[in-house]
């Protein structure tokens, strides 16, 4: 167990719908990163928060949008959902930079 | 931008034999580090090498970084089913900037 916390661990829905993925960092931890991870593929950096602002933005659609709260767990919206967004979403969680706790990951199905 | 390679993609070996996953970045690291990712799990930081051309080992995991810091290499020796899974390198260029992850190194153990 990582420590880093993620709801839900499934989500089934449909084209065009909006969603949001919720991640718990680890005690103490002030950056949290996002990873898209395709099916066998790699992971796909989407973005970075630490200690509430955004730090570093990777392959992140316009439709997706993430944000990180004061008692630093955050959340991933994904909007006007696609087929080809069906993937395992991550969560990381570190004390800076440094290295990262993966959660179990989200896994989104699109119909 | 900073571009972190591996080879091979996928690699079958039979139980026993040995395993090698090769990194490559396009310019030189800090540091590099490791992660193992199970089938159907999420990645989980195994190590982190940090001087020139430094050796370390965990069990039958051997980890080396290049005199250059720009590779690194893990092997495995006498694999085992409890290997298979994914093994990704990421690579940081300065302290305090983000790790940039490779694609990844799928192993399959064949009984």
């Known amino acids: 167990d990582s420590g880093v916390t993620q709801t839900p661990k499934h989500l089934i829905t449909a084209t065009g719908q909006r969603v949001t993925l919720r991640c718990s960092p680890r005690s103490g931890d002030l950056s949290v990163y996002w990873y898209q991870q395709s099916l066998d593929q790699g992971l796909q950096f989407l973005i970075q928060y630490y200690n509430g602002e955004e730090r570093a933005k990777g392959n992140i659609l316009e439709r997706f949008s993430a944000q990180q709260f004061p008692d630093l767990h955050s959340e991933l919206n994904l909007s006007s959902l696609e087929l080809g967004d069906s993937a395992l979403y991550f969560c990381a969680s570190s004390v800076d930079s440094d290295t990262q706790y993966f959660g179990p990951g989200t896994r989104l199905t699109v119909l | 931008g900073q571009q972190v390679m591996q080879i091979p993609q996928y690699q079958h070996v039979q139980e026993g034999e040995d395993f090698t996953t090769y990194c490559n970045s396009s310019?030189?690291?800090?540091?590099i580090q490791w992660y193992k990712q199970r089938p159907g799990g999420h990645p989980v930081f195994l190590i982190q090498?940090?001087?020139?051309?430094e050796v370390k080992k965990q069990k039958r995991l051997t980890f080396q970084f290049g005199e250059a810091k720009k590779n690194s290499s893990l092997h495995i020796t006498a694999t085992q089913t409890t290997d298979v899974g994914t093994y990704f390198c990421?690579?940081?260029?300065?302290?305090?900037?983000?790790?940039?992850f490779g694609p990844g190194t799928r192993l399959s153990v064949l009984p």
């Open positions: 090498l940090v001087k020139s051309g």
């Open positions: 990421a690579g940081r260029v300065n302290y305090g900037q983000n790790f940039v």
């Open positions: 310019t030189t690291l800090s540091n």
